[in-house]
């Protein structure tokens, strides 16, 4: 019998995990099924996203290297720049403008009562987060010694590092011809070990569901329907309607071509809830299967899921009128607009890592005088908004890779 492809096994994982973690749940966390099941499930979706982590910095810097030196021998870096950052930016915009016009349209939490949390708030402790200094620790971690920035994993001062290498390889011309073709048989290798890993990524997806879908807690969840199903509602007009169409119009690529070449890195954002995990997979992706050149998805991508949070951009604005609406504040016009500035630099500053939103939403609350405690109401539900945030933020990555290509392609 003929194995069915890695796509099909994938999405196969994900309706397992789905399932026997509705089974989990209805069993109730005490059974010793259940503990059983998700110790096991805990051991192999930890093992999945390790073996992710472990190849993604040194594919981070080989790709962004390559990438760079590759693209200033075709005197295109300077539109590929550009366009890119309009694109991350234009994007996110939409995204924050869509959070705040829903939330401000369906108005949730206004008939709630902050009262019924206030056991949660009282127990949360916020890490104060202004947000001039958060500008400035963003700024501050933006350059590092690459070693460091290496071995603690930090993706975003390995980026910056690698783009300054990859320039100054160029501009060295053939004197660092055999460093370049030293990280361009580094670059081929790790990409050949992401496909090794995919090889598990069906059971590490349907190990990851499996637990985050019997952990949650049921009454949490019907309090706070409302906000959820608008959240989710709005990520998802992003994702299934926006995002696409504008592929569409620039690259005339239909939503189904998209889906099919970019599935395998969507469902794995959906499992593992972080950008950065999932990156190895997403290049995989955009270059095996939405076949975007190299050199275009090698800076694109990485960069991109470091900086480019459309779900995230969306969530922080929407979350922020949420708060707002249960606290009984009335934002103003100002308000809003700063709102939407800090709910832009909240996404462009997180990391691609799971709820690393609701860190910098604390920002976002201080930026209008909201109590930051309220996140602890947010907290319960995060995990499984999270999932979805994450696969937008990564479709954001892939769709403005084909975007860039497309509209850089003209020489
Ligand atoms: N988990 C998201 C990501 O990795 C970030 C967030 O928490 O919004 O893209």
């Known amino acids: 019998m003929k194995m069915p492809s890695l796509n099909t096994q994938i999405l196969l994982g994900a309706i397992v995990g789905v399932l026997v973690g509705l089974y989990f749940h209805q069993l109730g966390a005490h059974h010793h099924i259940t503990q059983n099941g998700l110790y096991a499930s805990g051991l192999i979706g930890t093992l999945f996203i ?91 971690g933006l350059f590092m010694n690459p070693f460091t920035a290496l071995a603690t994993g930090n993706v975003l001062a390995v980026v910056m590092f690698a783009l300054i290498l990859g320039i100054a390889l160029v501009v060295g011309g053939e004197r660092y011809k055999n460093i370049l073709v030293l990280l361009q048989e580094g670059l081929e290798l790790t990409m050949r070990m992401v496909g090794w890993v995919m090889v598990l990524a069906p059971f590490g997806i349907a190990a990851l569901l499996i637990k985050l879908v019997a952990t949650q807690d049921a009454a949490m969840l019907s309090t706070m329907a409302k906000f959820m199903t608008m959240v989710i509602g709005i ?53 095996e299967h939405l076949k975007v050149k190299p050199e275009i998805a090698g800076f694109v991508v990485p960069l991109g899921a470091t900086v480019n949070m459309d779900g995230t951009a969306l969530y922080e604005a929407a979350a922020a009128l949420f708060i707002a609406n249960l606290v009984g504040v009335d934002l103003n016009l100002t308000q809003q607009i700063i709102i939407f500035f800090t709910a832009m630099i909240a996404a462009i500053g997180a990391p691609g890592i799971p709820s690393a939103g609701m860190v910098t939403m604390i920002m976002v609350l201080q930026s209008v005088g909201l109590p930051v405690e309220a996140i602890a109401i ?23 890779s084909l975007v860039v290509q497309k509209l850089t392609d003209k020489t």
């Open 378 to 400: 947010l907290l319960p539900i995060d995990r499984l908004l999270d999932t979805i945030r994450t696969v937008v933020n990564v479709q954001g990555d892939m769709i403005g």
């Open 50 to 140: 390790d073996l992710l982590k472990m190849i993604l910095i040194p594919l981070v810097f080989c790709s962004i290297t390559v990438g760079i030196a590759n693209l200033r021998q075709h005197q295109k870096i300077h539109r590929v720049w550009i366009t890119t950052l309009v694109f991350f930016a234009f994007t996110t915009t939409i995204a924050i403008i869509l959070g705040l016009a829903a939330t401000n349209y369906f108005k949730p939490g206004s008939g709630m009562q902050i009262a019924m949390f206030a056991d949660a708030m009282q127990n949360f402790k916020a890490q104060q987060l202004p947000l001039p200094e958060f500008f400035a620790q963003f700024l501050h």
């Open 235 to 287: 990520t998802l007009l992003h994702g299934v309607v926006i995002l696409p169409l504008l592929l569409y119009l620039i690259t005339g690529k239909t939503p189904l071509w998209f889906w099919r070449g970019a599935r395998e890195s969507l469902i794995t954002a959906f499992a593992t809830s972080s950008s950065s995990a999932t990156l190895p997979v997403t290049m995989r992706c955009t270059t």
